[in-house]
């Protein structure tokens, strides 16, 4: 079945570093696939989408491209704020190309802290 | 803007008691979904409601829990003599016709003693 791995964390860095969360999937066809962020005390937010292969998908400085030869989805930021200390999840929808509009599938987070 | 609602934000109950949340998506959305979330984790899949119709159960989903969608809007997600294994965060979400994309509320954490 469909599956997401994201690295584990936590992942902590200074104000300004640069940061890499991974994440692979394994899925049948071509997916869309989704970065989500969770806020202290907040629901999910999307935070970026690739709607196919090659795509790049940004937003608030945060980008990910969309590899389908190593079913990757890793998500960078050249400079990251305290501001964006929060949890990042990586998305699957389902069913590539059918019509199926249920379950997103979730890796299982990455924590990141940034210090200033 | 008017985003997806729960209430209530959090519930603290004692085992055996029943639970019932509430969930108010963004409204010309006709997918709903719930979730469940547990530290450290990601979401899990609980159902999916399009309009009235629930057209999808996760195993997750004991006899205990019963979810509705009466009229299509809100939706409620019930569980019946709670456990402690049922102490998590229960995300609703919604979605517009054709789209992938949930937009998911603030959650309602639940706490079972």
């Known amino acids: 079945g469909d599956s997401v791995t994201q690295m584990e964390g936590p992942v902590t860095l200074s104000e300004e570093a640069f940061l890499t969360i991974n994440c692979t999937y394994t899925?049948?066809?071509?997916?869309?696939l989704f970065w989500y962020v969770q806020y202290p005390g907040e629901g999910l937010q999307l935070l970026l989408k690739?709607?196919?292969?090659?795509d790049k998908g940004s937003n608030k400085g945060f980008e990910a491209t969309y590899r389908k030869e190593t079913t990757s989805f890793h998500l960078e930021k050249g400079s990251v704020q305290v501001s964006d200390s929060a949890v990042y999840f990586c998305a699957l929808p389902p069913n590539a190309g059918g019509t199926s509009y249920g379950k997103l599938t979730f890796g299982q987070g990455t924590i990141l802290t940034v210090h200033p | 803007d008017t985003g997806v609602s729960q209430n209530p934000r959090h519930k603290i109950t004692k085992r055996g008691q029943n639970v019932t949340f509430r969930c108010d998506p963004i409204?010309?959305?006709?997918?709903l979904y719930w979730y469940r979330q547990t530290l450290g984790q990601g979401p899990e899949f609980l159902t999916y409601f399009q309009n009235e119709a629930q057209l999808e159960k996760s195993r997750l989903l004991s006899d205990r829990f019963s979810a509705e969608r009466p009229k299509g809007s809100f939706s409620t997600l019930e569980i019946q003599r709670t456990e402690q294994g049922d102490s998590a965060m229960y995300l609703c979400?919604?979605?517009?016709?054709?789209?992938?994309?949930?937009?998911f509320g603030p959650g309602t954490r639940l706490t079972v003693t």
């Open positions: 979400a919604s979605s517009p016709m054709g789209s992938y994309e949930q937009y």
């Open positions: 690739a709607t196919k292969a090659d």
């Open positions: 409204s010309e959305h006709n997918r």
């Open positions: 899925a049948t066809g071509y997916p869309s």
